[in-house]
């Protein structure tokens, strides 16, 4: 049986919904894709503090432990246990998306990711109940939308609504060559707006490497084929940056055609993203 959320009367929160209420469902992917299409409607509740248990992933290993989550007017921190004087971290909400359609695979899991001390990182939670996640997942988006509210009071609060959350325009593995070497290595990517993160793993705490995009005003561009040092294939296409072009091998052709529409989409709107410009983020893997 579906529960009954308290999300605009629909059985699963609309992106300007900011309260889901008592049921452990796990919509489907479908169904997630389904009210992302729908017309807005006003909200109905408002949370901007939450605490509680969430197990999460460590940074490192593939091993989940229970952590205490606080979620107040403008940050969200997490401790090792309830007690502790001091948080394990603590992030500021206008740092931070949130998306249930994450890398874990877990029906009530949910993944955070913030820049950090000027570094992406990538948080992966799971409740016990789809119930939990939920009111997590909506707590934090109308903390968001309270904080936005504030800096800009004159503005109509639906104006905020796609910045509350969103998901990655896409993820996948691509093959790309490090700096000065024609060997493909396998790497997960995931398009964040404008920042293009690749990983070694879906579920790694830091990106190897990120491609901060910006306009084609900028001289960045998506291209098919490949260069001349790493052969040609139906399945090859080229980033253009400033800085340095980026060979990238898809695992299909139609997945090439899929990462051009999506890049090139990105860069059209680079020009509206909020964050730095800088236009190359390395971290020094490839």
């Given at each position: 049986m579906r529960p009954e959320?308290?999300?605009?009367?629909?059985?699963?929160?609309?992106?300007?919904?900011?309260?889901?209420?008592?049921?452990?469902?796990?919509?489907?992917?479908?169904?997630?894709?389904?009210?992302?299409?729908?017309?807005?409607?006003p909200y109905r509740i408002l949370l901007v503090q939450k605490k509680g248990n969430l197990f999460k992933k460590k940074k490192v290993d593939n091993v989940w432990q229970s952590r205490f989550f606080v979620l107040d007017k403008s940050t969200l921190k997490y401790y090792k246990k309830m007690t502790d004087p001091v948080p394990t971290e603590s992030i500021e909400l206008l740092?931070?998306?949130?998306?249930?359609?994450?890398?874990?695979?877990?029906?009530?899991?949910?993944?955070?990711?913030?820049?950090?001390?000027?570094r992406t990182r990538n948080i992966f939670v799971y409740a016990e109940s789809g119930q939990d996640i939920m009111n997590w997942f909506c707590a934090i988006r109308a903390s968001r939308l309270k904080l936005l509210q504030e800096r800009e009071p004159g503005k109509n609060p639906e104006e905020f609504y796609p910045l509350l959350s969103h998901d990655f325009a896409k993820s996948g593995y691509l093959h790309k060559t490090p700096p000065n070497k024609l060997k493909y290595q396998r790497r997960y990517f995931l398009l964040n707006q404008n920042r293009l993160m690749y990983l070694e793993k879906p579920t790694?705490?830091?990106?190897?490497?990120?491609?901060?995009?910006?306009?084609?005003?900028?001289?960045?561009?998506?291209?098919?084929?490949?260069?001349?040092?790493?052969?040609?294939?139906?399945?090859?296409?080229?980033?253009n940056t400033p800085i340095?072009?980026?060979?990238?091998?898809?695992?299909?052709?139609?997945e090439k055609?899929?990462?051009?529409?999506?890049?090139?989409?990105?860069?059209?709107?680079?020009?509206?993203?909020?964050?730095?410009l800088t236009p190359i983020d390395s971290y020094g893997d490839d």
């Open positions: 959320f308290h999300c605009a009367g629909k059985d699963w929160p609309q992106p300007m919904d900011l309260y889901a209420g008592n049921s452990g469902y796990a919509p489907s992917t479908t169904e997630k894709s389904s009210c992302r299409t729908r017309q807005m409607s740092d931070l998306n949130v998306t249930l359609n994450g890398q874990i695979g877990h029906p009530n899991a949910m993944q955070i990711t913030a820049v950090i001390k000027g790694d705490a830091f990106p190897l490497g990120e491609i901060i995009l910006g306009t084609e005003a900028e001289c960045f561009s998506v291209e098919e084929g490949s260069s001349h040092d790493t052969g040609s294939s139906d399945s090859s296409f080229i980033l340095r072009s980026y060979p990238f091998l898809a695992e299909t052709p139609e055609l899929s990462w051009i529409a999506v890049l090139r989409a990105s860069i059209e709107k680079a020009h509206t993203f909020a964050g730095p």
